[in-house]
């Protein structure tokens, strides 16, 4: 995405907050590409046979997205960790409804090889990353906020910690404990 991209992005954000409904009709397709390509990169982690695609699990998120106050969307970076959020967020939620249908058998996996620093093992279920995430939560909330921006959203350091309101120096402190911790808790 162009810097210029990037700047629309933030104006329609800012105008969708004064109520413009127009601006809001102009940034979903400005957005809607790289969203989907973030959904399409979180499905390939996902078990064989998945049954959520790419555009549901964006559709999924713009509801989300859309239900709640739009004075909260700072910037391009912040609109882009929260959808991230959100998806992941679907994605826990679709898991936990398999399971419960299941019972037993195979668990949804999500791979951690597209964060090397965070991977094990090929593959983590998606369940235990969220609790993983949740507990890490309870430990240090900006570390957690951290994994869930870079990992999920695709974020660099510098733009996480413009969402975090962070230096880029405590992101990457932040950011070599939180690997480790999630290392040590996901690996048992």
Known sequence: MKADDNDEITRLLEEWQGGSQEALEALLP?????LRLLAARYLRKERAGHT???????????????GRPPGDLKDRAHFFAIAAQSMRRILVDHARR????????HQ??????????????PATDILELHDALEKLRQVNERQAKLVELRYFGGLTNVEAAEALGASRATVERDWQVARLWLRRRLSG
Do not use: F, I, M
């Not at 400005?30 to 790289?34: G, K």
């Not at 398999?98 to 058998?105: E, P, S, T």
């Not at 949804?108 to 093992?121: G, Y």
């Open 30 to 34: 400005l957005v809607h590409r790289e």
């Open 52 to 66: 959520l695609q790419p555009t549901a699990l964006v559709n999924e998120a713009y509801l989300r997205l859309l």
């Open 98 to 105: 398999h399971q419960a249908d299941k019972r037993v058998g």
């Open 108 to 121: 949804d996996k999500v791979s951690l090889t597209k964060v090397p620093e965070l991977a094990t093992a």
